[in-house]
């Protein structure tokens, strides 16, 4: 089943100037379920543009995006918040766990905005998703106390607990060591590959996009497909994303 | 429809439950901001309250004077003929029974000379009726008010002030002290009770007598102090209907008297100004409080206005989620509303405690009040309702500045 279909999109914003400054433009993208999408780019290459327009945080200025098969700009925004929460999983670089809460009432912040049975059994439900990810142990520890492993998890617990379509990751491993960074993006591939969701990774890290079996290239706005373009799939060398990556280019 | 109910209710209990959390993770913050509020409600409950308290005693200090609202006093003209107290009476008596009045007393100066130890003193008497105690909210320090009995007593009754008292020694009133009253005749009094000095310079002996007891004793010639015993009528009777009922006891009376005899009534008690006279006081407390509020209220805005810039991260990991902006909104709002909604409970406890305490007795000028009023509900309810509304509008622009938050630019702030 087809969850995001972009055509055409792009995303253009006015500089205090009154400038027109394009950030994304002509994207094509389209996730089903189960996908497994990387996207590599430098910084300022529109990764975070593209990561709020397939998370339903922002809307395209041009083209056509479809989440679920509703064009988005028709979706109100009380709507889009709501579907946002319920078929959206978003996992962060910087972990962006709520501070002062523990692991299990951070877990339970996606359940408070579900409606139902979801709502009054939050608390089971994030015990169960944090046993799934090995924090069994550590319900009720806050994030100052747990290592960056143990923060991404409880990070990739919440962003699942809703058991989303969707799971974006933005940089998952990018705070986190190698060997870490590999446990945890086993991780998210595992429980997502249970429930059947597609992932979406944007990350730097070759190694990481080479998980993926779609791989495209954010390059000045636009969207490439490292696969279409008969390059060699992303295998992990360091070489192909420092081709990618290219200076910023604003489309005026 | 059922379905649509339960998501309704759901929705709002998941609200209230996340505004709840926030307001427990963020609790010392809060609490640390809402201090300047407790403190102002605390303020402005204990002007409202202590006000509320000087005003009850202003109040009973006038009716003390003047009467309860509303008392109506009457003087009886009789054209320069002397007057006939009994007559007068009898036909002021069926006067009031005619018109079902229950509460009136004469009252009137005379002056009886008294035998102290240190000698023969004239002692000013204010002769009035039993019901002239209620009417006028008089106090005592010992013994009780005149009861309709003490008028068939052979001893009369007289309530002494303390001055009185104490040139007597100061006899504890068990022991029945009594005292040599010498008018027209000689008669020994019972002290029954004992009034407050009503100042420092309340050292004159005066006292209370009851009419009845007087009259047999007044001198045949007038006091060259006081004038002839001339009394006036005065009757307690409900405020709303007393214009009409004072004209109607009037002619009444009038008619009852006959003979050519003149009444003039007028209304004596604090009430019967066309202009509240506790205005003043009640403009200056609403001023006070209005200042110490907005003072408050200044204080949390800046702090609720700084919270939420330092806390767009966290706003904007919640929109990530799946919270509406309206859901954002409430829960910024609530933060504050539930905050100073408790921030108003305990500011108006710590009032409730000041105004009650010794010190604020001391504080209102020793003004002993006899209807002590409970602590005014209305200054309770004007505390936690100004705590919330400023607690509401302190919560309004960073609600509103929240809302505004660009989600992932906030998770990157």
Same mark, same amino acid.
């Given at each position: 089943m087809t969850l995001v279909e972009a055509r055409g999109v792009g995303r253009t914003v006015e500089l205090p100037d009154g400038r027109p400054l394009t950030i994304l433009s002509g994207v094509d993208l389209t996730v089903s379920e189960g996908d497994r999408v990387s996207i590599v780019g430098r910084s300022g290459s529109g990764k975070s543009t593209l990561l709020n327009l397939l998370g339903l945080?922002?809307?395209?200025?041009?083209?056509?995006?479809?989440?679920?098969?509703?064009?988005?700009r028709r979706i109100g925004s009380g709507a889009r918040?709501?579907?946002?929460?319920?078929?959206?999983?978003?996992?962060?670089?910087?972990?962006?766990l709520l501070p002062g809460r523990t692991a299990l009432e951070n877990v339970q912040t996606p359940l408070l905005y579900s409606g139902g049975r979801e709502f009054w059994r939050r608390?089971?439900?994030?015990?169960?998703?944090?046993?799934?990810?090995?924090l069994g142990e550590r319900l009720t520890t806050k994030p100052e106390r747990l290592s960056g492993g143990e923060q991404q998890r409880v990070a990739i617990a919440r962003a699942l607990v809703r058991k989303p379509r969707l799971i974006l990751a933005d940089e998952p491993t990018g705070a986190l060591d190698l060997?870490?960074?590999?446990?945890?993006?086993?991780?998210?591939?595992? $429980?997502?590959?249970?429930?059947?969701?597609?992932?979406?990774?944007?990350?730097?890290?070759?190694?990481?996009?080479?998980?993926?079996?779609?791989?495209?290239?954010?390059?000045?706005?636009?969207l490439e497909s490292a696969d279409a373009a008969g390059d060699e799939p992303i295998d992990g060398d360091a070489s192909t994303v420092t081709e990618a990556a290219e200076p910023v280019e604003a489309v005026a | 429809m059922t379905g649509w109910l339960t998501r309704t209710a759901t929705g709002i209990v998941s609200t209230v439950v996340e505004a709840l959390e926030e307001l427990r993770i963020h609790r010392g913050r809060v609490l640390l901001s809402l201090i300047g509020v407790a403190v102002a409600v605390c303020a402005l409950t204990t002007v409202v309250g202590a006000g509320a308290i000087a005003e009850q005693a202003g109040r009973e200090m006038s009716e003390r004077y003047g009467g309860r609202p509303a008392t109506v006093s009457m003087n009886v003209g009789t054209g320069g003929a002397a007057p006939d107290h009994e007559a007068i009476a009898a036909a002021w008596q069926t006067t009031l029974d005619r018109h079902g009045i229950e509460y009136a007393s004469r009252s009137g100066y005379g002056s009886l000379t008294v035998q102290f130890a240190d000698g023969a003193v004239p002692v000013s008497m204010q002769v009035v009726d039993p019901d002239y105690g209620p009417m006028h909210r008089v106090r005592l320090v010992e013994g009780v008010w005149f009861t309709e009995r003490d008028g068939d007593r052979l001893a009369p009754a007289v309530i002494v002030n303390e001055a009185f008292w104490k040139r007597l020694g100061s006899p504890p009133l068990a022991t029945h002290p009594t005292v040599?009253?010498?008018?027209?005749?000689?008669?020994?009094?019972?002290?029954?009770?004992?009034?407050?000095?009503?100042?420092?310079?309340? $050292?004159?002996?005066?006292?209370?007598?009851?009419?009845?007891?007087?009259?047999?004793?007044?001198?045949?010639?007038?006091?060259?102090?006081?004038?002839?015993?001339?009394?006036?009528y005065e009757m307690w009777i409900p405020d709303g209907s007393a214009d009409e009922l004072t004209e109607s006891v009037q002619r009444a009376f009038e008619s009852e008297l006959g003979g050519g005899a003149t009444v003039d009534g007028w209304r004596s008690d604090y009430a019967a100004q066309e202009e509240d006279p506790f205005l003043p006081i009640k403009?200056?407390? $609403?001023?006070?409080?209005?200042?110490?509020?907005?003072?408050?209220?200044?204080?949390?805005?800046?702090?609720?206005?700084?919270?939420?810039?330092?806390?767009?991260?966290?706003?904007?990991?919640?929109?990530?989620?799946?919270?509406?902006?309206?859901?954002?909104?409430?829960?910024?709002?609530?933060?504050?509303?539930?905050?100073?909604?408790?921030?108003?409970? $305990?500011?108006?406890?710590?009032?409730?405690?000041?105004?009650?305490?010794?010190?604020?007795?001391?504080?209102?000028?020793?003004?002993?009040?006899?209807d002590m009023p409970g602590f005014p509900i209305e200054a309770a309810l004007i505390?936690?309702?100004?705590?919330?509304?400023?607690?509401?509008?302190?919560?309004?622009?960073?609600?509103?500045g929240a809302v505004r938050v660009k989600v992932i630019d906030a998770i990157r702030f």
């Open positions: 945080l922002d809307a395209p200025t041009e083209g056509e995006l479809a989440f679920l098969g509703h064009d988005v918040d709501r579907l946002r929460g319920s078929e959206v999983g978003f996992v962060f670089q910087q972990f962006n608390e089971r439900i994030a015990r169960d998703m944090l046993e799934r990810v090995g060997e870490t960074g590999a446990e945890v993006m086993s991780l998210i591939e595992a $429980v997502a590959a249970e429930t059947g969701a597609a992932l979406v990774t944007i990350t730097h890290d070759p190694t990481i996009a080479a998980r993926s079996n779609r791989h495209f290239l954010l390059r000045g706005g636009r | 040599e009253l010498v008018g027209n005749g000689r008669v020994t009094g019972v002290v029954t009770g004992v009034t407050p000095a009503q100042s420092e310079w309340d $050292v004159e002996p005066t006292a209370f007598i009851l009419t009845d007891s007087f009259l047999p004793l007044q001198s045949a010639t007038a006091d060259p102090m006081m004038g002839a015993y001339m009394p006036s403009l200056m407390v $609403v001023g006070v409080a209005v200042v110490i509020l907005l003072l408050g209220a200044l204080g949390l805005l800046t702090i609720a206005l700084v919270t939420v810039r330092g806390r767009i991260r966290e706003i904007g990991i919640r929109r990530s989620f799946g919270a509406t902006a309206g859901r954002v909104f409430f829960s910024v709002l609530m933060e504050t509303v539930v905050g100073t909604f408790v921030a108003g409970v $305990v500011g108006v406890g710590v009032a409730i405690a000041l105004v009650r305490s010794p010190l604020m007795g001391m504080a209102l000028g020793g003004a002993e009040v006899q505390g936690i309702g100004a705590a919330v509304a400023v607690g509401a509008l302190a919560g309004l622009l960073p609600a509103l």
